[in-house]
């Protein structure tokens, strides 16, 4: 009996005594909400964005008067070498694990991004699921340090920003680490970023005066998609380049979007459902042609102008000038890729090599040229589904009284 | 003299004289104040009513005797045997009368609460039913109370409980065998069952249990339910008890075996599954679909009581990358300024909790009600005011606590209890790895358990497809023809 008690003792002891080998408590954690890489000359200059708990997460809505978040800045030949060498800084432990956002300076992302994310993805301790951005002409720290409004914590203010705008909008790219990491390794295509910019004063964004006014004097906005070269930035795209990227790559959820009515005036129209499908063809010399399929569900948000809505026909007309102009401006905007980066960022490439492997080995080595050359068409269909909760539109209804 | 020196053999004969047989008596059973000698003469002879007092009812049979007494007046000399006859056979109105002829039987009789007639020159005597049937009428049955149902809960008598049981089953197949156990309490234990529904081999086994338990005294059910178990160390109950009638004769019904215990309204029922002590007997009296949820949601919170702190141990120190951004900037707000790790936090907790909760048993009624929310306000409000612990922990200890008081049987709330803090520790060394190792003991411990011969987990495993009617869900009665348990 005494054995047995003293085994079980033992055996409890071994439980209690040893330790516990990575345990960390919450308290001992320094969250890093956002990290920040840009160029130094040094190596890398690396900034993390930590959540302060006094302030974050206190339920009685920061009192205090504290900044949500603190950043610190180090500077290292690589960057764990950085991120270790902040803790001669910070109180406590970083812990990468639920990083937002990962920032990266346009003069690195200019540089190539590859030995970067190299780290980013051999750690284990990252999730994959945040999202990558470039920092449009700045530094990704300027990025960091600004207060934003309504979300306590800036990092956790431009994840969700990137989603809801992604979601309704559609001219920003939610790209995770996962995606641009399958992206660049894929023959046949090239990655795309989202990009963020400081809109106004960039001395005061730092600090909790920031969101003290009612229209606060820095913002962080959207910047277009970035287009990668492999892992090298080589150029913007403004809104409509970054709208196409996105309905070629069938990521829009929901965006806007206007045209010319057939009576005079602008119609607006929001886009529910998009559906996009890329063909690859040989034409008579053996050239591969692509066709995007765009299947566009939209509604009608509104009409500047006069229109006999009465009648089908017009509705009809409306969704064929649609269609013609939404595959002549997707052309050009593919087109403008096409010759100014030569980047395939919409994944013609991988889809001759899906459907023409053979054919795909002679272009392998200078898909880079060919893309530039290769001919794209764009053929839409587009369905008016609503027109709202009125028929004729005002000034069409004033006028015939 | 000579008594004294036989009083040591059981089967002692009864001395032919009044004065012999009550100093009999005191040997046995001592100078006792409550043992009471009447004396009455009915004509000649002299007669002896023994009784204890308290025990014993003799009104009845006094008053029997004393209307009858004129009788024995035409007896002009002692004629004992046919003074005895003619008690026995026509003055004594009474249920039970019986010839006794040795001391032990007169032991036996007047510890029953029976008296003992006993007239001078005779060499035995009579027992006359007197027991006192002085006992708490049917009440509610307090631990398991149900919405709809019966109401009533068995009682301490033994004869009232199996009364209760015959009252719902009125099938000439229902079974009653009775012994007594306990070499000093001598108590009286019932073994109920019905003819044809139960496992003779349970019944055998049964049987052979209760014949080797060597015991000194039995005051309660789970005197005998340790000794019957299959398994001596396991922190699960292999022995179901009820207090409800209806539960009980339910029991009887699927097939399985009741034991009632003279002195305590709590009986045995055999073979236990541990599916059993998910489901309350309300099940059936509720609307089938109803039923299911309830019972799913006994299992989910079954599962919350058990797991919840240990839990929220093993991701708030080891895993804080599972846990959702947003809740983790919370909880780590909340976290700041807690002296305590996480796993000393919730032990406290509950720690704190259990001792609430023995004191809200042990107080009378009134006091409970104020240390409950004295409690309350400690737990709730100043713990977390003062910076020792969290409010997250709080809403974990609490959600804990009251999925506790979900399960329908009192027991296998001890055993998750019991199980919570074992978790708790592995979780606090081992993180979620622990867990699920720990989990995957406890599965194995459970598929082991065996109650009476019969495996604990029984319809999961082995599984049984008709089972699974009446295990997670409970389906309709009509999908049910009969009662299936047949074990």
Redo the contacts between chains.
């Keep these: 009996m005494w054995r047995k008690f003293l085994c079980i003792l033992l055996i409890?002891s071994l439980?209690?005594l040893?330790g516990?080998w990575?345990?960390?408590?919450?308290?001992d954690?320094a969250?890093v909400?956002a990290l920040g890489i840009d160029l130094d000359p040094g190596g890398y200059a690396v900034t993390v964005q930590v959540?302060n708990?006094?302030e974050?997460?206190?339920?009685k809505g920061g009192s205090s008067g504290g900044v949500p978040v603190v950043t610190y800045q180090a500077i290292g030949r690589t960057v764990p070498d950085a991120l270790q060498r902040m803790l001669s800084m910070t109180p406590r432990m970083l812990?990468l694990?639920?990083i937002?956002v990962l920032v990266i300076g346009e003069a690195l992302a200019r540089r190539g991004v590859s030995d970067v994310l190299d780290f980013i993805s051999r750690n284990h301790?990252l999730?994959t699921d945040f999202f990558l951005l470039v920092a449009k002409e700045s530094r990704a720290s300027k990025i960091l340090e600004i207060i934003t409004p309504f979300e306590h914590?800036p990092a956790?203010s431009l994840y969700s920003s990137i989603l809801v705008s992604h979601k309704k909008w559609a001219a920003t790219g939610k790209v995770t680490l996962q995606q641009f990491i399958t992206e660049l390794e894929r023959g046949g295509s090239n990655p795309v970023m989202s990009g963020v910019q400081l809109n106004g004063d960039r001395q005061n964004g730092g600090s909790v005066n920031n969101v003290d006014t009612i229209s606060p004097k820095t913002m962080i906005e959207h910047a277009g998609i970035a287009v990668f070269k492999k892992d090298k930035l080589v150029g913007w795209l403004d809104e409509p380049g970054s709208k196409t990227v996105n309905y070629v790559l069938d990521e829009v959820d929901s965006t806007v979007s206007n045209e010319h009515s057939p009576g005079g005036g602008l119609a607006g129209f929001i886009i529910t459902r998009s559906d996009s499908n890329l063909d690859v063809r040989l034409d008579a010399q053996g050239k591969p042609e692509f066709t995007v399929r765009l299947n566009i569900e939209a509604n009608l948000t509104t009409i500047q102008g006069k229109l006999n809505l009465n009648n089908p026909a017009s509705i009809e007309d409306i969704q064929r000038n649609l269609e013609q102009d939404y595959d002549l401006s997707l052309t050009q905007n593919i087109r403008e890729v096409q010759q100014k980066y030569g980047a395939d960022i919409f994944g013609f490439g991988e889809a001759l090599h899906r459907k023409y492997p053979r054919l795909w080995r002679t272009y392998r080595e200078n898909w880079e040229d060919s893309f530039r050359t290769v001919k794209v068409k764009v053929r839409s269909k587009i369905v008016i589904q609503r027109i709202g909760s009125i028929i004729q539109p005002l000034k069409q209804e004033i006028e015939e009284k | 003299m000579t008594q004294l020196e036989n009083a040591g053999s059981p089967q002692e004969k009864l001395p032919d004289s009044l004065s012999a047989f009550i100093e009999g008596i005191q040997v046995r059973l001592g100078t006792s104040t409550d043992i009471i000698y009447r004396f009455i003469t009915l004509g000649p002879s002299s007669v002896v009513v023994v009784y204890i007092e308290g025990m014993a009812d003799p009104q009845a049979l006094m008053k029997a005797i004393h209307e009858d007494a004129g009788q024995f007046n035409e007896f002009s000399e002692p004629q004992p045997e046919r003074c005895l006859k003619l008690l026995q056979d026509r003055t004594l109105s009474l249920g039970k009368v019986g010839g006794i002829t040795n001391y032990t039987e007169v032991e036996t009789e007047l510890l029953a609460g029976n008296s003992v007639i006993y007239i001078d020159g005779s060499t035995h005597a009579l027992s006359a039913g007197t027991e006192a049937l002085k006992q708490r009428s049917v009440e509610d049955a307090v631990s398991q109370s149900v919405v709809r149902g019966p109401r009533e809960g068995f009682t301490e008598s033994l004869r009232e409980n199996t009364a209760l049981i015959r009252r719902r089953i009125q099938n000439p197949k229902l079974r009653i065998e009775q012994r007594k156990l306990g070499e000093q309490t001598q108590t009286n234990v019932a073994v109920m069952y019905i003819e044809g529904n139960a496992d003779p081999e349970v019944l055998q086994e049964l049987r052979r249990r209760l014949d080797a338990a060597k015991l000194d005294s039995v005051l309660e059910s789970n005197y005998i339910e340790e000794m019957i178990q299959d398994q001596r160390y396991s922190p699960f109950p292999t022995v179901y008890n009820t207090e409800r009638p209806d539960s009980a004769a339910s029991a009887l019904l699927e097939g399985r075996i009741a034991i009632l215990v003279e002195g305590t309204p709590f009986i045995l029922v055999v073979p236990a599954l541990l599916v059993q002590f998910f489901q309350s007997s309300e099940d059936y009296y509720q609307r089938s679909d109803f039923a299911t949820l309830v019972r799913m949601l006994r299992f989910f919170c079954f599962a919350i009581a058990l797991l919840t702190p240990s839990f929220y141990i093993a991701i708030t120190t080891f895993h804080q990358e599972m846990i959702p951004t947003t809740l983790l900037i919370s909880l780590i707000g909340q976290r700041e300024g807690i002296p305590f790790p996480a796993f000393l936090e919730a032990f406290i907790m509950e720690i704190t909790f259990e001792i609430l909760r023995e004191a809200g048993i042990r107080l009378p009624k009134s006091i409970g009600q104020s240390v409950s929310i004295v409690g309350t306000l400690v737990i709730g409000q100043a713990a977390v005011d003062a910076g020792l612990v969290s409010a997250a922990m709080v809403i974990v200890v609490s959600i804990t606590a009251i999925a506790n008081f979900t399960l329908p049987a009192f027991n296998v709330g001890i055993s998750v209890r019991m199980l919570r803090f074992v978790l708790m520790v592995i979780a606090a060394s081992f993180g979620l790895f622990g867990i699920i190792i720990a989990l995957i003991i406890l599965g194995l411990h459970l598929c082991s358990l065996e109650s009476m011969g019969i495996p604990y987990m029984t319809s999961f495993a082995p599984m049984r497809r008709q089972s699974q009617k009446d295990t997670f869900i409970r389906l309709s009665r009509r999908t049910m023809k009969k009662y299936f348990g047949q074990n």
């Design positions: 409890i439980t209690l040893t516990c990575s345990r960390k408590e919450l308290n954690l969250l909400m959540m708990p006094g974050a997460g206190n339920q812990y694990a639920h937002r301790e999730r914590i956790n």
